[in-house]
């Protein structure tokens, strides 16, 4: 079992940056790879960024490439995802998942949900 919370949310300026944390419980954390999803209101929850369980691999959707960075702290058992130049198209609830396989962009593919933290940018 794995418990995930994130936390970094709030209220931005276009332009602005936010940094998101999801700490996890379990001696296991370093085992998953973990990712970040959002999910606009009447919107699907869509892929953000992947990393895997070293740090050594990453993904990201072409929407934010280049604008955020996914990094994790095993010692922590924490993840980032580390978000510049916001946009307000970025407003979403910003999830960690857990997933015991490679890295993916795939949902189905994650066994762990956090509860998710809001990021909204105003223009």
């Known amino acids: 079992q794995v418990q995930l919370v994130e936390s970094g949310g709030g209220l931005v300026q276009a332009g602005g940056s936010l940094r998101l944390s999801c700490a996890a419980s379990?001696?296991?954390?370093?085992?998953?790879?973990m990712g970040w999803f959002r999910q606009a209101p009447g919107k699907e929850r869509e892929f953000v960024a992947a990393i895997s369980w070293s740090g050594g691999i990453t993904y990201y959707a072409d929407s934010v490439k280049g604008r955020f960075t996914i990094s994790r702290d095993n010692a922590k058992n924490t993840v980032y995802l580390q978000m510049n130049s916001l946009k307000p198209e970025d407003t979403a609830v910003y999830y960690c998942?857990?997933?015991?396989?490679?890295?993916?962009?795939?949902?189905?593919?994650?066994?762990?949900w956090g509860q998710g933290t809001q990021v909204t940018v105003s223009s």
């Open positions: 998942g857990a997933d015991p396989r490679p890295a993916s962009r795939s949902r189905a593919l994650y066994d762990y």
């Open positions: 379990g001696r296991t954390f370093r085992s998953y790879a």
